[in-house]
């Protein structure tokens, strides 16, 4: 699957591409298949993301999960401060990124 | 310490003006990101793996505690109550939001500090011996030289557009604590045979991608010419230095493609051409300045000795502190590198911590060092004992400096937009094992050093233990290398052999170590022994 992400202009934060928003958590990342760049462009346009991009993902039971170790590391936060990630009482997070 | 006059004031007063102004704009809607990004860059705001990241300057170093405090208050009020301290001397804040950036230098602006050319094809902030006007072993203290350049570098036009960025390092003595060869330019103030101070002058130095030793291109400039000379470098690196590769860019590349003695012969050509248009600014200026790193108020008569009647504190003074140049006082090193820590990180309580104790002990100053960790450079060494229990209860009391503990390591993939692999793991996974094992300070003085990419931000090819984390395949691996030195006896590491996944990396790095401590002999560090057996033993450990 594609899916979109990018940095929220105001604050910086990842964003990933839920079909009607930019949501915080990857898991409500949607499937664009060919409509990535059409979809880039206009919320881009719009000022609602900044530098949105493309990725490859696979789909699990737990959501998309980014094809790259970048990605999957952007999508939840810095492994070695997992307070300041989006899962900081998941004490497997970080092993799920890897 | 220098202070700002009106003129600089009011430049860094200017510039935050004008940002908040792009800024506005920005998040208006008036600027594309492609418009915003080369304005933001210039002010230090990059957009990295989780947010935008501010990287401030912090002149060859040196801190009050005003600015210490300054940059805690950052840490507390805009970002997530820390910051880390970089390998150029420098503090980055992780989670800054474009709304609150102009905040933010406005908040430098009133301690005298700011982002300005750090990002960007210019000159960087000006690095130097963290130990500067403090160590027993320097002829000069350099700083003032570094702020000379760094003036004449700030905002210089005909270098705000250079084919890459460019790094300069001042330092003044014979032993190398700034990885001075490293650098585009390395500066040495020294003493010629006349007993006149000048300055030696290295040129295309540099690790990333490209690792070169900068070669001496001129022994001795004197004082009233160290603008020009140094202008003079720079506008041959302008005029032929690459601009149809990123990657080939820097200065390291044209000196090694013309060779040191024909760049250094340009190099006379344009200074001679230079020194007709009466570039330099008056000795006055450098006479101005100099007042402003002036010694202390040392006392005299102080012990020479501390109570030494706890053994911890014996071990973190011994491994902590340098020799001072004023008797009865000594330079402390506080360790930002706790076992099993992130290197380099400090929370704001540790920064105003370190601020308070700067101004209680230290004559209201501190430095950054680019090994990451932060210096008082003026203690009373009858004040050792009191200082080492406040910083030991503050958890920042690690007698670690140089050991195989005290790791340098970049953010990597943890935080940063071009890394590979993650490099601070690593660099918790094996001050852990060593400290588990207590076979730190057996090992003596080690230098490891630890990047996420290529681009060597964590000075890899200067360990004498070395790794360079690389995408393989789309995991992380890592590299290992061996018998690097970014000091005055500079060389660079080599790569062993094949790469190792994360735990892999951890045992080999043990591995090195035992065959160094079957093999060295009297008095040898790692380095030393690597160099005396070379890398055959070590590679028939690792791979057998």
Partial sequence: MIILTGNDLKTGVVVWWDGQNWSLHVENAVDVGDEADAIAAREEAARRVNVPYAIEATQTDDGPRPAHIKDRVRALGPTVRMDLTLKPNDPGAAEQVI | MYQYDKYDQAMVDARVAEFREQAQRRLDGKLTEDQFKPLRLMNGLYLQLHAYMLRVAVPYGTLSSAQMHALADIATKYDRGYGHFTTRQNIQYNWIKLEDAADILADLAKVEMHAIQTSGNCIRNISSDHFAGASADELVDPRPYAELLRQWSSFHPEFMYLPRKFKIAVISSDTDRAAMRLHDIGINIVKNDAGEIGAAFYVGGGMGRTPMIAPLIREFVPLDQLVTYSEACLRVYNRYGRRDNKYKARIKILVHELGAEEYARQVEEEFAHLLDQGIEPPLAELERIKPYFADPAFEAGLPTQADESDPDFITWAHNNTNPHKAPGYTSAVISLKPVGGIPG???????????????????????????????????????????????????????????????????????????????????????????????????????????????????????????????????????LLLGGSEAEDVSLAKITGPGFDEPGIVDAVETVTDLYIAERQDGERFLDTYRRIGMAPFKEALYG
């Fill in chain 2, 345 to 479: 990180d400090a929370t704001a309580e540790q920064m105003h911590l370190m601020a308070q104790l700067a101004k209680e002990y230290s004559f209201d100053e501190c430095r950054v060092m680019h090994t990451q960790n932060i210096v008082l450079p003026h203690v009373k060494i009858a004040d050792l004992p009191a200082l080492w229990r406040k910083l030991a209860d503050a958890g920042l009391a690690a007698p670690n400096l140089d050991t195989i503990e005290d790791i340098i390591a970049c953010p990597g993939l943890d935080y940063c937009s071009l890394a590979n692999a993650r490099s601070i793991p690593v660099s918790q996974q094996i001050s852990e094992r060593f400290a588990a094992r207590g076979r730190t300070h057996e090992l003596g003085q080690l230098k490891l050093k630890i990047s996420g990419c290529i681009n060597a931000c964590g000075h890899h090819h200067a360990g004498h233990i070395g790794i360079l984390g690389v995408d393989k395949k789309g995991t992380e691996n890592y590299q």
